[in-house]
Every structure is written in structure tokens, then in C-alpha cells.
């Protein structure tokens, strides 16, 4: 499975950003979803997740209501919806998917294949 996340760029402080991750291969609707993210010198951090049928989702504390996942399996895409957005939020962000659909993990060990990230830079 190979990911291709997009939709990154520079806004303002209070401002708002949709980020798109685009699966290869037919297996992506049986994988639950994520959104890391990372700064320099800092640990991948896990914002959000999504489970294979989009039933469930899942947040960090610190994105919880700013933040929206969402997932569209037949275009085999998962999304993350940015409002709100805070130079704290800086970082590249990638998608990830955990071939486990029963687990709903917020560890990057927990996955299996990753995007190659996309930058967001949130200007104060």
C-alpha cells in the first residue's frame, strides 16, 4: 500500500486547512486511518484516527473539536479537516493505515504503512 498525502501549506492563525491522503490497492476500506504529525527533534505525535467503516473516530486531546477526520472508501482517501489552527500546530503531517481493523491505535508502531507527509505552517 503506498499513501500520497496532500493539501498542506502556509495559513494564518485562526485559519483553516484540509489535508488529503490517497491509498493504492483495493484493501484500504479494511484499514483503520491516521493522522500523525512531527516537528524537528520531536516524536511522531498522533493528532486522529478513524476506524475502517468510519463509524468511530478519535482524537488528541490537543485537536479534539479543531480537528475532523473523515474517510470516503470508495475513493479510497482519508481526510483531516483543520479549523482553528494555531502556530502550535506546525508540523508535517502524515497518514497512516494499520492493517488491524479492530484496532483503533494512537502508537506509530501500531501501523503498518505511512505517507511521506505533507507540511503545514501556521503563521502567528
Known amino acids: 500500500v503506498q499513501l500520497q498525502a496532500s493539501g498542506g501549506g502556509l495559513v494564518q492563525a485562526g485559519g483553516s486547512l484540509r489535508l488529503s491522503c490517497v491509498a493504492s490497492g483495493p484493501t484500504f476500506g479494511s484499514y483503520t486511518m491516521a493522522w500523525f504529525r512531527q516537528t524537528p527533534g520531536k516524536e511522531r505525535e498522533f493528532v486522529g484516527g478513524?476506524?475502517?467503516?468510519?463509524?468511530?473516530?478519535y482524537y488528541a486531546d490537543s485537536v479534539k473539536g479543531r480537528f475532523t477526520i473523515s474517510r470516503d472508501n470508495a475513493k479510497n482517501t482519508v481526510y483531516l479537516q483543520m479549523h482553528s489552527l494555531n502556530p502550535e500546530d506546525t508540523a508535517v503531517y502524515h497518514c497512516a493505515a494499520d492493517r488491524d481493523r479492530y484496532r483503533l491505535g494512537r502508537r506509530p508502531n501500531e501501523y503498518d504503512y505511512w505517507g511521506q507527509g505533507t507540511l503545514v505552517t501556521v503563521s502567528s
Open positions: 478513524i476506524s475502517w467503516s468510519a463509524v468511530l473516530t
